[in-house]
C-alpha cells in the first residue's frame, strides 16, 4: 500500500486534506505523480510544477510543499503539502 497524504494551508489553518491511496505495481516515481494528479483533481487545482528546490525536499523528507511559485494559475491558498505516510 502505497499512501500519500495531502493538505492545504491558508495562514497556518488546514483548510482541505485528503489521503491518496495505490495498490497498483507502479515505479514510486509514478505513484507520486498519479497520486498528484488525483489530489489536484479533488481539490480541482491546476497540476504543480515540480522545481528543483521542491524536488530535493521530497527526496530528502518524504514530503513536498507546493506554494504560488509551483502554480501557473493564481491560487487563493498559501500552500498545498504533500506527504508519503506509508510505503510499501
Known amino acids: 500500500m502505497f499512501r500519500i497524504w495531502a493538505k492545504i494551508f491558508k495562514?497556518?489553518?488546514?483548510?482541505?486534506d485528503t489521503?491518496?491511496?495505490?495498490d497498483s505495481e507502479d515505479t514510486r516515481?509514478?505513484?507520486v505523480f498519479q497520486a498528484l494528479d488525483d489530489i489536484c483533481y479533488?481539490?480541482?487545482?491546476?497540476k504543480p510544477i515540480w522545481?528543483?528546490?521542491t524536488i530535493a525536499e521530497f527526496k530528502r523528507h518524504d514530503r513536498a510543499?507546493?506554494?504560488q511559485d509551483?502554480?501557473?494559475e493564481s491560487i487563493d491558498f498559501d500552500y498545498l503539502e504533500i506527504h508519503v505516510i506509508e510505503e510499501d
Not at 19 to 22: A, R, S
Not at 42 to 46: A, C, R, T, V, W
Request: hydrophobic share 40%; with cysteine.
Open 65 to 67: 510543499r507546493f506554494t
Open 70 to 72: 509551483n502554480f501557473i
Open 42 to 46: 479533488e481539490f480541482d487545482l491546476g
Open 51 to 53: 522545481l528543483d528546490a
Open 29 to 31: 516515481t509514478h505513484k
Open 11 to 16: 495562514d497556518t489553518h488546514l483548510l482541505k
Open 19 to 22: 489521503v491518496i491511496c495505490n
